[in-house]
């Protein structure tokens, strides 16, 4: 299983760009890279996947470069509800998740 | 729809009692997944279900048991519970396709005395 690796906590500030990066130096060939986000007393919420290049959705961007090692979510333009934490997380493309593991993601801080 | 639906919110038990944490969706999923979350441990898969008639281990399946009811429900069973127990639980569940996301519950808050 790809171990992944991000900062265990990030500041910025409203309207600033946040980009948060995750490094998985085993990710596997048929491994997929996928971002959650987690408000406190909920459950974690699917942002955005993808297996390599560029990948844009009304959310964010997630930018993975050919060696696919690291990833990179960029939030755009963050707001105080911006606040979370989120997971990086790499698993097989297709069949059940339950290999996957979620690691103790970055704690994102949008101050005003 | 409601999505993942968890029941109880919270639940407060007694070293050695039992209960169970009951989870249901309603996207027609074939996976579903038992998840805790501890702080600073992020969180911690226990059990899963691949599709109805199936489960296995996850990380960390010890003092716990689940049952997949039919396709839209998986329950948790505690059956000795433990203050080691003591967490936040999050029912998951997903379809068995290419590329699907994981759809959570707002989770069980459990607090063992």
């Known amino acids: 299983l790809a171990k992944t690796t991000q900062p265990i906590s990030m500041d910025s500030y409203e309207g600033q760009e946040v980009n948060i990066t995750c490094s998985h130096n085993n990710i596997a060939t048929n491994d997929y890279i996928t971002w959650y986000q987690q408000f406190p007393s909920q459950g974690p919420r699917f942002i955005i996947q993808g297996y390599k290049t560029k990948v844009t959705n009304e959310v964010a961007s997630l930018f993975i470069p050919a060696d696919r090692k690291s990833s990179t979510l960029s939030l755009p333009r963050v707001s105080l509800s911006d606040t979370a934490v989120y997971y990086c997380l790499v698993g097989p493309y297709g069949g059940s998740q339950g290999n996957l593991i979620f690691g103790k993601g970055t704690k994102l801080s949008v101050k005003p | 729809n409601a999505g993942v639906t968890q029941t109880p919110k919270f639940q407060v038990l007694k070293t050695g009692q039992s209960m169970t944490l009951q989870c249901a969706q309603d996207?027609?999923?074939?996976?579903m997944y038992w998840y805790r979350q501890d702080p600073g441990m992020g969180l911690r898969l226990i059990y899963y279900s691949a599709s109805e008639g199936t489960t296995d281990k996850g990380e960390v399946p010890n003092g716990y048991n689940v049952s997949r009811l039919n396709k839209r429900e998986f329950s948790l069973r505690l059956e000795s519970a433990a203050p080691s127990q003591t967490s936040v639980y999050f029912c998951?569940?997903?379809?068995?396709?290419?590329?699907?996301?994981?759809?959570f519950g707002n989770g069980t808050r459990l607090t063992v005395t």
């Open positions: 998951a569940s997903s379809e068995r396709t290419l590329g699907s996301p994981l759809h």
């Open positions: 996207m027609n999923h074939n996976s």
